[in-house]
Nanobody, 124 residues
Framework: QVQLVESGGGLVQAGGSLRLSCAVSGRTFSSYAVGWFRQAPGKEREFVGAISGSGGTTYFRGFVKGRFTISRDNAKNTVYLQMNSLKPEDTAVYSC?????????????????WGQGTQVTVSS
C-alpha cells in the first residue's frame, strides 16, 4: 500500500515562501506521478500542479505559474512544492496524491493515493 505524508505547512505573510514536502512510501516511487491539490474553506478541492515519475515533466494551473515549482528526489521518496510570492488567496489545506498513469492527470479521481494534507495560511 502506498502512503503519503505532507509536511511544511504553516503561517506566512503575503509575499513570503513555504516549501511543502510529500514523503511517499513504497519501493517503486519513481513510477508514481505526484500531484498537489488544495482546498480552501467552503470551496472544492482544486488541482495545483504535478510532476511525472521521472521528474522530467511538470504541469501547473495558471494561477500558480511562475510562483510555484515542483521537484522530486527519488532517492528520498519525496516530492516538494516550493511556493513563492504567496497570496492570501493561497490559504488552503494542501494535499499530495500519487498515481501510476503515464500522463500527468489533474482530476482528483485519477489519483488513488492521498495524504492527509497540511494547512497553509497566508496573512495579508
Amino acid at each position: 500500500q502506498v502512503q503519503l505524508v505532507e509536511s511544511g505547512g504553516g503561517l506566512v505573510q503575503a509575499g513570503g515562501s513555504l516549501r511543502l514536502s510529500c514523503a511517499v512510501s513504497g519501493r517503486t516511487f519513481s513510477s508514481y506521478a505526484v500531484g498537489w491539490f488544495r482546498q480552501a474553506p467552503g470551496k472544492e478541492r482544486e488541482f495545483v500542479g504535478a510532476i511525472s515519475g521521472s521528474g522530467g515533466t511538470t504541469y501547473f494551473r495558471g494561477f500558480v505559474k511562475g510562483r510555484f515549482t515542483i521537484s522530486r528526489d527519488n532517492a528520498k521518496n519525496t516530492v516538494y512544492l516550493q511556493m513563492n510570492s504567496l497570496k492570501p488567496e493561497d490559504t488552503a489545506v494542501y494535499s499530495c496524491a500519487a498515481c501510476t498513469t503515464a500522463t500527468i492527470p489533474y482530476q482528483t479521481y485519477d489519483y488513488p493515493y492521498w495524504g492527509q494534507g497540511t494547512q497553509v495560511t497566508v496573512s495579508s
